[in-house]
């Protein structure tokens, strides 16, 4: 699906795996492994991971791209996201709205009041919603995925990122010219 004005392309499956872990990060900065995205998927009393790493890991990596049901939602549960953000389709990718769906019985109520309901008067309850959201101190608008907790996505020290193949070559040059 090509981007347009009014239509964006919908994010891959990776792209939503990749968020879920950057808003996962640890203190130090890190996000969880393929080996502790595995292990969080092992059944209570259980040894054995429902997902083995290296599934996890090709999923991270985009080398796989259509898990099966079963998988999404064993890993959904694992990052503590809706099962549905992974699903493809650019109606799944808004992970504010599926989580507040998934967790707020009133709101499930909401939207089927809407049902059968005129543009207008959907658009008259979001300028409601927006003036509730403004009386108690938060933001009007709410990005589809929410940014990471303050402090957990800052870079972090250590071994430094991998360059690019630009950068590398940008280095290389640099390096012999220096000769």
């Not at 699906?1 to 891959?12: C, E, F, G, V």
């Not at 959904?76 to 507040?100: I, R, S």
């Amino acid at each position: 699906m090509a981007n347009t004005p009014d239509r964006i392309q919908p994010l891959s499956l990776r792209t939503k795996l990749l968020a879920l872990l950057r808003r996962r990060r640890d203190r130090d900065g890190f996000t969880p492994s393929a080996r502790e995205v595995s292990a969080a998927t092992t059944p209570a009393g259980q040894r054995k991971p429902i997902l083995s790493h290296g599934q996890v890991n090709s999923l991270m990596n985009g080398t796989s791209n259509n898990p099966t049901s079963s998988t999404v939602v064993t890993l959904a549960a694992a990052l503590g996201a809706p099962a549905a953000f992974l699903l493809p389709g650019e109606e799944w990718d808004d992970l504010a709205a599926l989580t507040v769906y998934r967790e707020r019985p009133e709101a499930r109520q909401a939207l089927r009041l809407m049902q059968g309901l005129e543009v207008q008067d959907i658009l008259e309850t979001c300028t409601m919603l927006r003036e509730a959201r403004r009386r108690a101190g938060l933001s009007e608008e709410v990005p589809a995925i929410p940014l990471p907790p303050p402090g957990v996505d800052q870079p972090r020290e250590g071994r430094p990122r991998r360059l690019s193949l630009n950068e590398a070559a940008e280095r290389a040059a640099d390096d012999l010219e220096g000769l």
